[in-house]
């Protein structure tokens, strides 16, 4: 601990280093004065009577915990980062399977700086979907008491929000340590932590829960960090063989080194991905819970309850819980597909294949070219299989951790958050070390 202490010292000695750390801290203050700036219209008693239910034990909780308390706060940052996570998904989808976009993409700087102005304009539409949407569900819950002028405001307040959250996490990227849009969920999740803490602390003072259950729960607790930890880390080791070439007087080549294939090479961003498709059913269910919506649909023979039914049925359905195998599993699919797709986005045996072969490497007993490139994919395929199904159970360990432990106030033992908050600490910690490598100075994990 005392030499990564040390290491830590030794960055923020370095100028440039320590200037992109601070950055970030600012960042991060920023963004937690903003999460706790309000919006009128919302009736608190019913707001915390609402997360106090169902909702804030299902998706409601979820999406407060990725938006740092602001959905519940009501804040101007209610929408948190989500909508611009799910329009990034749409148009890596479309990108893969539309023929005219994969070729935008790769002309270079130009087309990629296109597909990032259509995805922020995505961003738009789907904020203004989801601000509709959030206001509709709570008025139909008393949450929410504003007139039309009032609604007309906060969606505008809610859209800039989301808009300005996506700018902090594209600036935290470029001038910044680590990856921004992960560290925007990170630093959500963890305002979070205090306040959980101290309740848990305050229900095994009153003995509402006993001293065992929270021994177990924090047993569980170092385990899940020890598993995220250990799987993060691990990687296989392709042995690659370089053949000699002489040029002039020069020996070039002849050493022997290895390709570091991650076990989970996409790192945290399967999780989230898959957080904001497994979420979007509910969320387009909250929108048409509108009074105005229901009613419209109900013009068309139906009646008014059975159309309220059957949309809360929908979102009861497609919500991730303990009672609710169904979306449990299908979550856990889809962790395991964003794995597979993610890796397939960073990662090309194809053109790692190739680069091998123009430098004179090899993988021996290999045939370099089209063998070598099957020969990656296929140990990636099995490798990502582990990781991905890894992931995937701790995923969904969220709802159960707190009905196995009896220990229900304490949320971030909950497979979701505290994989992303290992992930994007072990990524920025990776950066950090890559920093001071560059200048010759231990990192981090090599200490």
């Not at 440039?16 to 750390?21: C, G, L, N, T, Y």
């Not at 009128?40 to 740092?68: T, Y």
């Not at 001293?211 to 960090?225: C, E, P, S, T, Y």
């Not at 070598?372 to 969904?396: E, M, P, S, W």
Request: aromatic fraction near 12%; proline fraction near 4%; hydrophobic fraction near 50%.
């Amino acid at each position: 601990m005392q030499e990564r202490i040390a290491n830590l010292a030794q960055a923020m000695r370095l100028p440039d280093v320590r200037k992109r750390i601070l950055f970030v801290m600012v960042m991060f203050g920023i963004y937690v004065a903003c999460a706790h700036v309000p919006l009128p219209g919302v009736n608190k008693e019913a707001m915390e009577r609402l997360f106090s239910g169902a909702f804030g034990g299902g998706i409601g909780g979820l999406l407060n915990a990725f938006s740092g308390g602001s959905l519940k706060r009501f804040s101007i940052l209610a929408l948190g980062i989500m909508p611009y996570i799910t329009a990034s998904i749409i148009f890596q989808l479309l990108v893969m399977a539309v023929p005219a976009l994969e070729q935008l993409q790769k002309e270079g700087e130009w087309g990629q700086r296109k597909i990032r102005q259509w995805t922020k304009y995505t961003t738009v539409g789907i904020c203004v979907l989801q601000g509709f949407g959030m206001i509709g569900f709570f008025g139909t819950v008393g949450a929410f008491q504003g007139g039309p002028m009032i609604i007309g405001f906060d969606v505008v307040m809610m859209v800039a929000g989301g808009l300005f959250l996506m700018y902090i996490g594209e600036q935290i990227t470029e001038y910044g340590i680590g990856q921004g849009v992960s560290l925007i969920i990170f630093v959500g999740i963890m305002t979070a932590l205090p306040q959980e803490l101290g309740t848990t602390l305050q229900m095994l003072v009153a003995g509402h829960i006993g001293l065992g259950n929270v021994l177990f729960l924090v047993a569980i607790f170092v385990g899940m960090i020890y598993g995220i930890i250990k799987v993060q880390q691990a990687e296989r080791k392709i042995p690659v063989q370089y053949a000699k070439r002489v040029r002039g007087t020069r020996v070039y080549g002849g050493q022997s080194s290895y390709l570091p294939l991650r076990v989970n090479q996409a790192g945290v961003m399967p999780i989230i991905f898959a957080i904001a498709v497994a979420m979007f059913p509910a969320q387009i269910g909250q929108f048409l819970m509108n009074d105005n919506v229901v009613q419209a649909i109900a013009r068309l023979g139906f009646s008014e309850d059975s159309v309220f039914n059957a949309i809360q049925t929908i979102v009861s359905f497609s919500t991730p819980s303990q009672s609710n195998h169904f979306a449990s599993f299908l979550y856990f699919i889809l962790v395991i597909l964003f794995t597979y797709f993610y890796t397939a986005v960073t990662f090309n045996p194809e053109e790692i294949a190739e680069n091998l072969q123009k430098n004179g490497g090899a993988v021996p007993g290999i045939r370099p070219g089209e063998k070598t490139r099957d020969y990656l994919d296929k140990i990636l395929y099995r490798i990502t299989l582990a990781g991905a199904v890894f992931l995937g159970v701790v995923a969904i360990m969220q709802y159960y951790v707190g009905p196995i432990t009896g220990v229900q106030s304490f949320t971030l033992v909950g497979g979701t958050s505290l994989l992303i908050i290992v992930g994007v600490a072990l990524d920025t910690m990776q950066q950090v070390e890559a920093q001071l490598l560059m200048r010759h100075y231990r990192g981090f994990l090599h200490a």
